[in-house]
């Protein structure tokens, strides 16, 4: 097919006359006297401003041939969920400070896979090791179809390496765990009885015990009936921490009721899946040999140290 009959039927694939309208509505609504007023509707409107203008403008320039197989790509993200913004978790698995450092790489693996894509970073809670990496994060991941590019990163990571906390130089084999949920600005008909609410209060830590809040405004709600937990602490009111982690509450739990036709919750949440042999989506290997391998596709890299600095593209197209 040449490639003006492709780019037309990449613009009707990609709705791109719809959204051109759409954002001619959009800056309509935008220009009301009252329109800034509301900063929650002012954020999500100009974010899906941005958006949108985004994927006209990467049409409208497309003039070769890789600028058309990104197109391509955009294209595959038709899922119902896959435009969203995603909620980024890693829980260090058994192992002390070798798991919990390997914990902190994946989070700089996938800080710096956002940074190349411009996509906005937030920490939205952290759990940090007693000597080194990370017990867990929470990371709230702002961009064009983010969740769509990051929902098959989820599953068991497994690094294997000399370790360098080890004295005797020995080999070790360390696993994480991620999760990834889209968030969601509306979550259906969910509504969660008081009682099956977990909420606490506390003083977030930061590394090494220095305070990151004043007060005790850090947010953790436990759902009871799933035992999801859901921490918030960066925010500036203790208000605005637990608003934020309803939100993610609710979305995980739309979510669950939505897959649980397919999967089992414990399948979905992936936090019940064993951090050990038989059950990771990729293997990173540094010693004695250099190489990442996603289990699922059979795609390699030789070069980990390039994966681990955020460059993951090679997985997310397979």
């Known amino acids: 097919m040449v490639f003006q009959e492709r780019k037309q039927q990449l613009s009707v694939i990609l709705k791109i006359d719809e959204k051109r309208h759409e954002v001619s509505d959009i800056e309509k ?31 409208d320039s497309a ?6 197989i990104e197109l391509e790509k955009l294209s595959r993200f038709n899922g119902e969920y896959d435009a ?31 940074e190349k894509r411009s996509w906005k970073v937030d920490v939205l809670s952290i759990s940090y090791g007693e000597e080194a990496g990370i017990k867990s994060v929470t990371l709230e991941i702002t961009g064009n179809n983010a969740f769509g590019y990051l929902k098959n990163e989820a599953g068991v990571h497994r690094l294997v390496r000399i370790s360098p906390f080890d004295a005797d130089k020995a080999r070790h084999t360390s696993f994480t765990l991620v999760e990834l949920v889209p968030e969601l600005d509306k979550v259906g008909d ?20 220095q305070s990151v809040n004043t ?13 999801i937990v859901v921490s918030v602490q960066n925010e500036r ?28 919750e414990s399948q979905l949440r992936g936090e019940h899946l064993s951090m050990s042999w038989g059950n990771q989506i990729r293997n990173y290997v540094l010693q004695p040999y250099q190489q990442v391998k996603d289990l699922r596709t059979g795609v390699m890299s ?9 460059n993951i593209d090679v997985f997310m197209n397979s």
């Open 237 to 264: 009111s203790q208000l605005q921490n637990k608003a934020k982690a309803m939100k993610i509450l609710l979305s995980k739990l739309h979510q669950i009721n939505q897959e649980q036709k397919k999967k089992t």
């Open 84 to 114: 969203s913004n995603a909620v980024l978790s890693i829980h260090a698995g058994a192992g002390g400070t070798e798991a919990q450092d390997w914990a902190q790489m994946l989070m700089r693996m996938y800080t710096r896979y956002c």
């Open 190 to 209: 969910i509504e969660i009885p008081e009682k099956e609410l977990r909420i606490d209060v506390f003083r977030a830590s930061g590394h090494g015990g």
């Open 302 to 310: 030789s070069n980990p140290t390039d994966v681990l600095d955020g």
């Open 29 to 59: 609504q935008m220009s009301r006297p009252d329109f800034w007023q509301n900063r929650e509707e002012t954020t999500t409107v100009t974010q899906k401003l941005s958006e949108l203008t985004g994927t006209i403008k990467m049409f």
């Open 63 to 68: 003039q070769t041939e890789e600028e058309l």
């Open 215 to 227: 007060t005790d405004s850090a947010v953790r709600i436990t759902h009871i009936p799933t035992n």
